[in-house]
Each structure stands twice: as C-alpha cells, then as structure tokens.
T-cell receptor, first 114, second 114 residues
Framework: SQQGEEDPQALSIQEGENATMNCSYK?????LQWYRQNSGRGLVHLIL?????REKHSGRLRVTLDTSKKSSSLLITASRAADTASYFC??????????????FGTGTRLLVSP | DGGITQSPKYLFRKEGQNVTLSCEQN?????MYWYRQDPGQGLRLIYY???????QKGDIAEGYSVSREKKESFPLTVTSAQKNPTAFYLC?????????????FGDGTRLSIL
C-alpha cells in the first residue's frame, strides 16, 4: 500500500524560481525521507527528517514536517535546470519490527526550464 | 567509490523463462532491498534482507525469489509465475535494520517481455 501522496503530480517552473512539493501520509511515522530520481536512474537520498523534528535544511533544500497534519513539504530554492527530476517522499512507519520499511509515494515530476 | 551495482541495465524475458537480476554493494551494509517501479508510480517492496542468509517477503513477493548468501550480493529471480514482469527494478541497501537510516540505490534494471 502507498502511504505517501505527493502534490502536485507535476510542476513546471523557470530557472531561479522556487519549487514546493507536498507529501501527505496516513499513519504515525518514525521518519520521512525525500528522494530524487532522474529519468531512467536510481533514487538519490536528499533529506531524512525524524518525527520529532519540524524543519531541516540541506543546501538549497528545505523540508518541513507537520505530524499533526501528517504532511511534509520539500522546498527547492533558486531552482536550476539540473533539478529537473521526479521527487518522492517515503515514510518509515515500522513499529517494533527492528526493521526499517519505507513506503513510497507516487512522486512529483519537476521540470525546470532555462 | 562505494556504491550499488545492478546488472544488466536492460533485460528481456521470454515466456516461461526465469531471469535473474544482479545486485552487488560494497558499502558494507547489512540490509538490502528489492523494489519494483511501474511507469508513473512509486516503488513497491518485493523482498528485503536484514542479514546474510535471511530474507523476508515484501508487499509484492509473488512470482519472485531471492537469496542472500553473501553480505555483498542480493540477486533477484523473476520466475515464470510472475505474469506481468515488465517494470523497472531497483535494488537498495542501508546500514542495518535500524530506524532513521537512508537507503542507497543502484541504477536499476529495466525488464521487458519478448
């Protein structure tokens, strides 16, 4: 079952603009992770935010987590053409299994035009 | 450089044929995973392994089999029982069966039916 739902499904912006994508989930989580996938390639880990954290930054990336609303957002500032990719959120809702099982959303396709 | 190597990049399967996808990692990670990705979709977990000689079914294990005889290797066999094998297959690893860890991905194998 897919817990994470990204919004929007697709986003088209110009270079230099900011891109915001959202993720909603259904159950309580240990952490939420964001990944990037370039066309035909594997996923690349971007940021992991734990359930007791509200905001994290990494370079031009900013992730927020609102556990009361069961939602997260990924902001990419000053976007570049190289940011063109699909972005996935993944939630770790493992409970007492001693094993991290990620459940991925369907992704947001971001197109950044020069 | 440490990473995950998947081979082959493209694979074609004939009716009634079993095919094996290779996944090798030199990250010294204990946990390894196999995912299936269909067009425009997120990732779905096929099998995972927390340690050598142990593996567990994921959400869509029917028609697939795995082995984990070495820490570095986690091959996936797509059997003839899998009636809709056409997909992009991704292998991943993480440090161990712990929470709050990112997963590292290979570049995938695209499997098609002849």
């Amino acid at each position: 079952s897919q817990q994470g739902e990204e919004d929007p499904q697709a986003l088209s912006i110009q270079e230099g603009e900011n891109a915001t994508m959202n993720c909603s989930y259904k159950t309580s989580i240990n952490n939420l992770q964001w990944y990037r996938q370039n066309s035909g390639r594997g996923l690349v880990h971007l940021i992991l935010i734990r359930s007791n954290e509200r905001e994290k930054h990494s370079g031009r990336l900013r992730v927020t987590l609102d556990t009361s609303k069961k939602s997260s957002s990924l902001l990419i500032t000053a976007s570049r053409a190289a940011d063109t990719a699909s972005y996935f959120c993944a939630t770790d809702a493992s409970k007492n299994t001693g094993f991290q099982k990620l459940v991925f959303g369907t992704g947001t396709r971001l197109l950044v035009s020069p | 450089d440490g990473g995950i190597t998947q081979s082959p990049k493209y694979l074609f399967r004939k009716e009634g044929q079993n095919v094996t996808l290779s996944c090798e990692q030199n990250l010294n990670h204990d946990a390894m995973y196999w995912y299936r990705q269909d067009p425009g979709q997120g990732l779905r977990l096929i099998y995972y392994s927390q340690i050598v000689n142990d593996f567990q079914k994921g959400d869509i294990a029917e028609g697939y089999s795995v082995s984990r005889e070495k820490k570095e290797s986690f091959p996936l066999t797509v059997t003839s029982a899998q009636k809709n094998p056409t997909a992009f297959y991704l292998c991943a690893s993480s440090i161990g069966p712990l929470y709050n860890q990112p997963q590292h991905f290979g570049d995938g194998t695209r499997l098609s039916i002849l």
